[in-house]
């Protein structure tokens, strides 16, 4: 029960992975499916200090921006495109959106499990590995690209908070090419204050635990599940996604054109699913 679960985390009964989990599972995110598999916050900004502080806020990203929203420089980018769009767009034209790409789809899953789940890459790649300036290679650069990169605003997956850190180790010895810079792309490359991947993961899920995540975590939920989902307050949020991405956007039933139906449907798996909304008012915090 969602209200249960909620007072629970408030009273500390959940910690914040397991309430994250739960309103997951509720909104219908699964292990079992790709196309929406439970998506999880970036919440730490540093990874190229020796050691990881938790008590300062600098080591924290502001969960109470998408990512989109997290470099203004690029933020300027998406507005001024979003200002050029037709507010009621001729048939054929999507209605306007902040961001092209979403936060999770099939293909960023498989970037960060391709170490552990190549097959899955190899079946989504049409038997090949991505180029290898374009795998997940280190996580510094990754934080750097959802930084920077227009067309990259992944946020994460359970295992980067959960489990031993396998998918950061190339345990089957993958060749997954060389680099532009002439790096090998292997075991992922961690940040310093991590001795191993079983020690980076440890290290999140204290980051994710930690007080400064839980007095700020309902405000990426409102963004995620909640309020800021959809509508004005996620334009009023710069939490506008490509209209595919809701659910309920498209009456499937009503597309008589078959190929027209198949399209659109390869598009709704491919580009990414947003969570079943959980929460219509703002989320109470810890």
């Known amino acids: 029960d969602l209200d249960l679960a909620t007072r629970r985390w408030q009273l500390r009964e959940l910690d914040n992975f397991q309430y994250l989990m739960t309103l997951n ?16 916050p970036w919440v730490v900004a540093d990874y190229s200090s020796s050691r990881l502080d938790l008590l300062s806020p600098s080591s924290f990203r502001d969960l109470s921006k998408p990512v989109g929203a997290l ?6 980018y998406f507005r001024s495109r979003y200002r050029e769009m037709p507010r009621s767009p001729p048939p054929g034209m999507p209605p306007p959106f ?10 960023y899953v498989l970037y960060c499990l391709v170490r552990v789940m190549p097959e899955h890459m ?4 049409a038997g090949k590995f991505d180029a290898p300036d374009r795998m997940f290679h280190s996580m510094s650069h990754t934080w750097e690209s959802v930084l920077q990169n227009p067309a990259d605003l992944k946020e994460l997956i359970p295992e980067f908070y ?3 850190g396998d998918f950061l180790v190339n345990r089957m010895h993958l060749d997954m090419g060389v680099r532009q810079d002439r790096i090998r ?5 961690l940040p310093p204050w991590a001795s191993d991947a079983a020690d980076m993961v440890r290290k999140m899920r204290l980051a994710l635990e930690s007080e400064y995540v839980s ?3 309902h405000h990426w939920i409102d963004l995620i599940f909640g309020c ?3 509508g004005a307050d996620a334009d009023r949020a710069d939490n506008l996604f490509y209209h595919l991405t809701y659910e309920g956007a498209v009456n499937l039933d009503a597309i008589t054109d078959p190929l027209e139906r198949a399209g659109i449907e390869t598009q709704i798996r491919e580009f990414g699913q947003t969570p079943r909304q959980l929460f219509f008012a703002p989320h109470p915090r810890r």
């Open 25 to 40: 599972t509720l909104a219908d995110r699964s292990f079992s499916d790709l196309t929406q598999y439970p998506v999880m």
């Open 71 to 76: 470099n203004q420089a690029r933020l300027e």
């Open 98 to 107: 902040l961001y092209g790409t979403h936060y999770s789809s099939p293909g």
């Open 122 to 125: 190899l079946c989504l790649q």
């Open 162 to 164: 959960d489990g031993n």
């Open 185 to 189: 792309v292997d075991d992922v490359v």
């Open 215 to 217: 007095q700020n975590l």
């Open 228 to 230: 800021k989902q959809r």
